[in-house]
């Protein structure tokens, strides 16, 4: 089992950037693929970012590539997501997931979560 906090949230205004961080517990943390969703108000939950398990692939959707970057450290049980040219359409609570398979880019996929973060975009 593998337990998850993220941490970095906040408000932000529009073109910045943020940091979010998420710290994973657990002994086998290197053998989950790790992901990061957000989900918005009245809104499903989506993916914005996945990596596999030595961090050598990710994906990201069109909504934020290009923009966000996701990065992790094995040896510190971190998962990273840096996000620049923030708009107020990034507005959401953003979790960190791990899940089973090499990467991971559906909800479905992902065992374990965090308890989320807010990010707030302001215009």
């Known amino acids: 089992q593998v337990q998850l906090v993220e941490s970095g949230g906040g408000l932000v205004q529009a073109g910045g950037s943020l940091r979010l961080s998420c710290a994973a517990s657990g002994r086998t943390f290197s053998v989950y693929a790790m992901g990061w969703f957000r989900q918005a108000p009245g809104k499903e939950r989506k993916i914005v970012a996945a990596?596999?398990?030595?961090?050598?692939?990710?994906y990201y959707p069109n909504s934020v590539k290009g923009r966000f970057t996701v990065s992790r450290d094995n040896a510190k049980k971190m998962v990273y997501l840096k996000m620049n040219s923030l708009k107020p359409e990034d507005t959401a609570v953003y979790y960190c997931?791990?899940?089973?398979?090499?990467?991971?880019?559906?909800?479905?996929?992902?065992?374990?979560w965090g308890q989320g973060t807010q990010v707030t975009v302001s215009s």
């Open positions: 997931a791990a899940g089973s398979p090499p990467i991971a880019t559906t909800e479905r996929q992902y065992d374990y």
């Open positions: 990596i596999s398990r030595s961090g050598s692939s990710t």
